[in-house]
Structure formats: C-alpha cells, structure tokens
C-alpha cells in the first residue's frame, strides 16, 4: 500500500517514523549550551526530538518546520512555527539557535539557512550546526539498522567530489518510504566560508566526531 501524501514532508522525509524514534542523539550537547531559564531557536524541528524534551525541561523553546503534520507532535509547551527557514524573519533573538539535521549540507540552501540563523541568534548567544563529517563516504556505500521498530536502510546513488546523492528507506509498521537526498560535505574551511558569509564565526566543536559546531556572531 502506497503512503498518503500527507505522511511525507516536502523533502521526503517521513512524518509517521519520527514519533517511533527515541530522542535525539545531542540532547544532552544542545541542552548543555542553553543557559538556565534560556531560549532556544530550533530550526527545522521536525516531530520536536530536540524541541519537545527542551520545553518540558522549562527552557522556551520555537519550533519551526515546513510541514504541519511535523509540528503536530510538538509538545504544547513549543512555540510552533509552520514555515520555510530560508528568509524566515521572527523579529526576535534567542540565546541558541539549533540547525540540525545536516540541514548545512543542503547542496542550495545552506547559506540561505545560516542568514536565518545569524538573523535570529542573540548577540551574546550561539548557533549549534550538525553537519556530516566530511570523511562519511570513506566508510559509507550502505548502512542499515533498526532503530525502536523503525528500520532504515541508507544507500549512495551517486558521488562526484564532495558532492552526493543518496536514498534513505524507512519501514515502520509494514510500511516503507523512500526519500531520496542530495548534499554536499564540508570540510572545517568550507563549513567556515559558509558561516563567515553569514555573519557567523566557528567557535569550539562539541563532540569528539567533529559533528557539532558551535558558532557565535562574527565581531
């Protein structure tokens, strides 16, 4: 049986897998960068894996997401923004703004992200990007796994230089989606370039995989 349309947002991602996931990996990393009683921008927010978890813990937390039926699952305590993150204009700052979900690979739409970004962080606040490690491909032609019954299989179609284009598959419950995506590797001088031109500077790594940055408001 094929999905209805609505259970696929604009970029393929599947809206019924998320919720069956448990929460986000860098829980634990972002929330260690919101300062107590602090706000948090999180762009691209999805089922709210990050957001949901942040404001039950009393943080105010915005949610922004371009399909509707990803932000229904956000917990009332989100403040939930149904739109595009490229040009997005709250006429507000935060102390951190979050860009998940490989979101600064995006092969067009990267800058146009980190403006957003930079429009909406406090001057004395912090922009967390996750990107995906510029040696991925080196060890990665298919991955598969199962994670809380959701199984996913990864699969590289194409690859010229640092750019690629691959196939995520998602299974839940009997039902698979595919969604098919393109992106482009950064290494730490491009990811630079990219936040330089956005009015942003890199500011430490978080992790020990060179994953999450933590940037800060270009002087």
């Known amino acids: ?5 609505d259970d696929v947002a604009p970029d393929g991602s599947p809206v019924p897998g998320y919720p069956a996931m448990p929460g986000h990996d860098a829980l634990d ?32 937390v915005t949610g922004v997401d371009i399909h509707e039926r990803m932000l229904a699952h956000l917990s009332p305590a989100v403040d939930a923004v ?15 703004v979050v860009l998940a979900s490989h979101l600064v ?6 800058g146009a992200f980190l403006t957003t970004c930079r429009r909406h962080v406090a001057d004395h606040g912090v922009v967390l990007v996750e990107r995906f490690h510029p040696d991925l491909l080196d060890a990665f032609d298919q991955q598969e796994g199962a994670v ?23 299974t839940v ?36 995989d060179a994953r999450w940055l933590r940037a800060v408001p270009a002087s």
Request: hydrophobic share 45%.
């Open 1 to 5: 049986m094929e999905p209805a349309v």
């Open 29 to 60: 990393l972002v929330r260690d960068q919101v300062p107590p009683g602090g706000s948090m921008l999180d762009l691209g927010c999805g089922v709210g894996r990050l957001a949901n978890a942040l404001a039950d813990a009393g943080f105010a």
């Open 82 to 96: 149904h739109a595009d993150i490229a040009g997005l204009d709250l006429g507000m700052t935060f102390d951190v």
């Open 105 to 110: 690979n995006h092969p067009t739409d990267a």
């Open 148 to 170: 809380h019954g959701v199984h996913i299989r990864h699969e590289v179609q194409t690859r010229q230089g640092a750019q690629f284009s691959a196939s995520a598959h998602y």
């Open 173 to 208: 419950a009997g039902r698979t989606w595919t969604q098919d995506y393109a992106a482009v590797l950064l290494d730490d001088a491009a990811l630079a370039e990219l936040l330089r031109t956005a009015g942003l500077a890199p500011d430490a790594w978080l992790d020990d």
